[in-house]
C-alpha cells in the first residue's frame, strides 16, 4: 500500500526559510518521479515542483524558481523541499504525491508565512 506522509510546516516570517519532508513507502520510490502540490482555501491544487526518477529532471513552477529547491534521498524513500526567501503566497497545504498508480496523497503539512 502507497503512503506518503509530509512534515516541516509552520509559521515561518516572510523571508524566511523552511524545509519539507516527505517520507514514502509501499512502492519502488527511486523509478517514480516525485512531486510537491499546494492548495489553498477555494483552489484545486497546483504542482509546485517536480523531480524524475531515473530519468532526472527538475519542473518548478514559475512563482517559486530560485527560491525552492527540490531533493529526493533514494537511499531513504524521502522528498524534500526547501523552501527560501517565502512569501505571503507561499502560505497553503503542501503536499507531496507519486507519478504512479493509484493516485496516492498524503495528509499535508501546513505552511503559513505570516509576520
Known amino acids: 500500500q502507497v503512503q506518503l506522509v509530509e512534515s516541516g510546516g509552520g509559521l515561518v516570517q516572510p523571508g524566511g526559510s523552511l524545509r519539507l519532508s516527505c517520507a514514502a513507502s509501499g512502492f519502488t520510490f527511486s523509478v517514480y518521479s516525485m512531486m510537491w502540490f499546494r492548495q489553498v482555501p477555494g483552489k484545486d491544487r497546483e504542482l509546485i515542483a517536480t523531480?524524475?526518477?531515473?530519468?532526472?529532471?527538475?519542473f518548478y513552477l514559475d512563482s517559486v524558481k530560485g527560491r525552492f529547491t527540490i531533493s529526493r534521498d533514494n537511499a531513504r524513500n524521502m522528498v524534500y523541499l526547501e523552501m527560501t526567501n517565502v512569501k505571503p503566497e507561499d502560505t497553503g497545504m503542501y503536499f507531496c504525491?507519486?507519478?504512479?498508480?493509484?493516485?496516492?496523497w498524503g495528509p499535508g503539512t501546513q505552511v503559513t508565512v505570516s509576520s
Open positions: 523531480i524524475g526518477g531515473p530519468s532526472g529532471g527538475f
Open positions: 504525491t507519486w507519478s504512479g498508480q493509484p493516485e496516492t
